[in-house]
């Protein structure tokens, strides 16, 4: 294998990684550097509710070591979700329609989104830990009121940076719609996010399939098989609470394996946020492909552990 294959999980401030997996004498403040001795990829979910603060950018790229990436999750505003107005910065509310107690997205307000989301990244992108850009769009994007090209602005200004775009609608992906998304991704060298995921047909549940639309990034996001929770759930911990077997992830890693043939590198991202399963997930993986040859993840650091222990 010439690829890479990096993998993390979605937040290294997961409550339930406190409760379960951070020793208890690591005080807040270190968590995301012990993280780091642990994994050398991690995908930031706070950027989706605040658009980051750059000092705290800075600040993070201080806590990790040279090679450790961040994936970072656009803007909810971006993604097309529901947004309030208290969830932008106090300077561009001014420049929001809001109808309701909803922010109506316009060319203007999104270009100025951007903008200042990019302008916090410059540390990230000074360091070289800048990773992808997650695009996590809402299930209530879908084919039969939206189209593709709609994100064509947004792609536009982000320009010369490396775009993951999650569809949560599974008939972009199903039928005869699929041909023309995978012409969309293709055509723009978006990469198609990849889940691992309850096997349902649900529409807000996508398929497991393997689709590589930019070699030069892959991307896999495993939210667990918890099909009643993924749907019915209230919290994060209950939509995506899932343990994943041993077998479940051999069976994941051949399935990196794969991918790996058609791109130069694969982000792996842990999702099943409940408890300590999405970090106990992204070891064990690591391990397997470290018997497989499959990563140049080091070998996490014991002192740190000894040390809080």
Request: one cysteine or more.
């Amino acid at each position: 294998m010439n690829g890479k294959i990096l993998v993390g999980t979605a937040s290294w401030t997961d409550p339930g990684f406190v409760a379960d997996w951070y020793p208890k004498k690591v005080p807040a403040s270190d968590r995301l550097r012990w993280y780091a001795e642990h994994f050398n990829l991690v995908e930031v979910n706070s950027s989706f509710y605040r658009i980051p603060v750059r000092r705290f950018v800075e600040r993070w790229c201080e806590q990790t070591p040279a090679g450790f990436v961040f994936d970072m999750k656009l803007h909810r505003l971006l993604s097309r979700h529901s947004t309030g107005p208290e969830l932008l910065p106090k300077d561009l509310r001014s420049k929001a329609v809001v109808k309701g107690d909803r922010v109506e997205l316009t060319p203007a307000l999104e270009e100025a989104v951007i903008e200042r989301f990019l302008q916090a990244l410059e540390p990230f992108e000074t360091s070289g830990k800048l990773g992808a850009l997650l695009l996590q769009l809402s299930p209530s994007f879908r084919p039969r009121s939206n189209q593709l090209s709609e994100l064509d602005h947004l792609l536009e200004f982000l320009k010369g940076h490396q775009v993951a775009i999650e569809l949560r609608n599974r008939k972009w992906i199903t039928d005869e719609q699929r041909p023309e998304t995978e012409a969309w991704f293709k055509r723009h060298k978006v990469t198609f996010v990849m889940v691992d995921a309850p096997v349902d047909p649900h529409f807000t549940i996508m398929p497991r399939i393997d689709l590589v639309t930019n070699p030069k990034l892959a991307y896999l996001r495993a939210h667990g098989r918890n099909a009643r929770g993924y749907i019915a759930g209230r919290s994060v911990a209950e939509r995506f609470a899932y343990d994943y077997s041993a077998k479940e992830l051999e069976e994941m890693a051949q399935r990196a394996a794969e991918v790996l043939k058609h791109a130069d590198q694969l982000h792996l991202i842990y999702n099943n946020n409940a408890s300590n399963y999405a970090p106990k997930a992204a070891t064990a993986m690591q391990n397997i492909l470290r018997e497989k040859h499959l990563t140049t993840v080091p070998e996490p650091a014991a002192q740190t552990e000894l040390v809080y222990a």
